[in-house]
């Protein structure tokens, strides 16, 4: 495994990048809207993506909540696979007791990508960017 990184959802993303960058510094980067995007119709401008990095070890991703927010489910964590098969395998352990929320599958950012709450209410993003 390569990171684990937080992912918080927020609602009013750009401003909270913003409150969040005075806060620890950094630069907001990589930030992606759903325009354009049949399942993010309906919420043009909103942040499907977005990143702060404080320094070269340290990034939180940021998004938009689509749904509403109930405390202590806006955190999740993201885990960025250092492999295909590492992906394959913690999905399916992860899987086995726990609730998919979005299926292990090739994404237009060229990963493959899932999302799957835990047993215990964590929800974990499995991330494999695959090599360009």
């Not at 750009?14 to 119709?41: A, C, H, R, S, V």
């Not at 609730?99 to 215990?120: C, Y």
């Amino acid at each position: 495994m390569k990171n684990i990184l937080p992912h918080i959802y927020v609602e009013n993303c750009k401003e909270e990048l913003e409150y969040y960058k005075q806060i620890f510094g950094g630069e907001i980067k990589n930030t992606q809207t759903g325009d354009g995007m049949e399942m993010f119709k309906g919420h043009e401008g909103k942040y499907i993506h977005a990143e702060l990095h404080i320094n070269e070890n340290c990034v939180i991703y940021f998004a938009d909540a689509f749904r509403p927010l109930i405390k202590g489910d806006n955190v999740w964590t993201t885990l960025d696979m250092s492999s295909e098969d590492e992906i394959n395998s913690i999905y399916e352990k992860l899987s086995k007791d726990g609730e998919i929320h979005m299926e292990l599958q090739d994404t237009f950012w060229n990963s493959r990508f899932a999302v799957v709450k835990d047993k215990n209410g964590f929800t974990w993003e499995l991330n494999y960017s695959k090599q360009v």
